[in-house]
């Protein structure tokens, strides 16, 4: 069964220092998102992008995070000034199709984050 | 804006019993998804199952099927014969026309052997 592929597994990082979180998304998708989850709350949605732009964002996607697919299968979150409550597990996902051809999302099974 | 309510933060069944998580959302959407996924320890997002909101049949996958109360905005999963595989984080979620999925906070399912 096709899956969303992300790496790494676990990330530890500096404060202040910039971090990629890399996903190679189902290939036939053309859809794809990241959420986070912080230890013990709610999955957030951050990101959706399709045709090579954002479609939606949300508030927590702010000026210090981007997303980019720098080629044909993989898609990056980066962040750029890592701060302390960046730590989460950040989930990647893509799904085929929107409105009526939408199925669901394949997630990721995640980059563990850890800002310190 | 939609919100996703889990009023069960744990629950706890015996194995080969049956459990019921609930659900409730607020949308004024007509057209929408609802699903449930899993998050095993290792806390990867599974996927278990699926509802369309215009259809009013109960979605059902194996041991897991849904009660799908629309006019209620209500979205129960139950699990017939748990089994101790079973036991994980439950999450409940919409989705709309929109690009993104709202999340409730979670049921922790113990099973118990």
């Known amino acids: 069964e096709p899956e969303v592929t992300q790496t790494p597994s676990h990330q530890v990082t500096q404060m202040g220092q910039e971090v990629i979180l890399r996903c190679v998304p189902i290939?036939?998708?053309?859809?794809f998102y990241w959420y986070r989850q912080i230890l013990g709350q709610k999955v957030e949605f951050l990101v959706s992008?399709?045709?090579?732009?954002?479609?939606?964002k949300s508030e927590i996607f702010d000026d210090q995070f981007s997303v980019e697919r720098p080629d044909g299968s993989n898609f990056t979150l980066k962040i750029r000034s890592t701060k302390l409550e960046d730590s989460a597990m950040y989930f990647c996902?893509?799904?085929?199709?929107?409105?009526?051809?939408?199925?669901?999302?394949?997630f990721g099974s995640g980059t563990r984050l850890t800002v310190v | 804006a939609q919100t996703v309510t889990q009023s069960q933060p744990e629950m706890s069944v015996q194995e080969a019993e049956t459990v019921t998580l609930s659900c409730t959302y607020d949308?004024?959407?007509?057209?929408?998804?609802l699903f449930w996924y899993k998050q095993p320890p290792s806390r990867q997002m599974i996927l278990v199952i699926r509802?369309?909101?215009?259809?009013?049949q109960n979605a059902t996958e194996n041991r897991f099927s849904v009660n799908f109360q629309k006019a209620a905005k209500s979205f129960s999963l139950k699990i017939s014969d748990s089994q101790l595989g079973d036991a994980a984080m439950y999450f409940c979620?919409?989705?709309?026309?929109?690009?993104?999925?709202?999340f409730g906070g979670g049921t922790r399912l113990m099973v118990k052997p």
């Open positions: 996902a893509s799904s085929a199709g929107q409105g009526a051809n939408f199925y669901g999302y394949t």
């Open positions: 290939s036939n998708h053309l859809y």
């Open positions: 992008f399709y045709n090579n732009e954002i479609s939606e």
């Open positions: 949308t004024s959407e007509s057209d929408y998804y």
């Open positions: 509802q369309e909101a215009y259809k009013q």
């Open positions: 979620a919409y989705h709309n026309a929109g690009n993104m999925l709202t």
